[in-house]
């Protein structure tokens, strides 16, 4: 049968979802375990480029859902992405804006053609994803959001992203900004606390995404949840 959430229960509930962290409440009646449920990241690398798949195979070995996009069709027909969820092209009307990134979202732009990326920038920067990420040296990003018109880039965007892991390889690159997004989103989860030494490596965040509830009774008698 269904819990009936009573009223010394919603305080835990609040809790649970401000703070993103479970907990087992003792109730007159007896324990209730509420879980929070962290809802699937999204990951969305623009550009079908052969440091893609690597990329995408880390990515959704973590559990995220990989969204591959490119603007030459060829490029999406022709690539191989294991663990995508989607390989698509970007239309040429419309652009990211119909990709639907939304702010819970997280984008690595990779597209290695200068030109694409100033076509494509500006639609990321207005879709405002939690974590922005581009690839290429940081004085080639900022020439990017100048001649974009977006202004100086910020301490917080990472160009290059990743982490220096003392490879080139595409599955080293893949593997270095694998891991900054994964410590990044998930401290953003515990709390919204990043630590500076890491912050050349962090995007755009947002600490609005509330998350689910999954609530359930818990026998006072077992040892097990």
């Avoid at 879709?127 to 018109?149: C, I, M, T, V, W």
Wanted: hydrophobic content about 50%; glycine content about 12%.
């Amino acid at each position: 049968c269904a819990l009936p959430i009573s009223g010394l229960l919603e305080p835990s509930i609040e809790a649970t979802l401000s703070q993103r962290r479970s907990r087992l409440v003792h109730l007159p009646g007896g324990d209730v375990f509420v879980e929070f449920v962290a809802p699937r990241q999204r990951l969305f690398v623009l550009g079908a480029g052969h440091d893609a798949a690597p990329l995408c195979a880390v990515a959704s070995m973590l559990g995220w859902e990989v969204i591959v996009a490119d603007a030459h069709a060829s490029r999406v027909a022709a690539g191989s992405f294991p663990g995508a969820a989607r390989v698509v092209a970007i239309p040429a009307s419309g652009g990211v804006d119909a990709l639907g990134i939304a702010p819970d979202d997280a984008a690595i732009l990779m597209t290695h053609a200068y030109a694409l990326d100033l076509a494509l920038l500006p639609g990321l920067v207005r879709a405002n994803p939690r974590y922005l990420g581009l690839l290429g040296p940081r004085d080639r990003s900022e020439r990017l959001f100048s001649e974009a018109g977006l202004g100086s880039m910020g301490a917080n965007v990472p160009a290059p992203v990743g982490l220096d892991l003392g490879g080139d390889r595409p599955e080293a690159i893949a593997l270095s900004i694998a891991v900054v997004g994964a410590w990044y989103l998930w401290r953003l989860w515990r709390g919204g606390k990043v630590d500076q030494d890491l912050s050349h490596a962090h995007g755009f965040l947002r600490l609005d995404r509330a998350g689910w509830l999954r609530v359930g009774v818990v026998d006072r008698k077992s040892t097990r949840l």
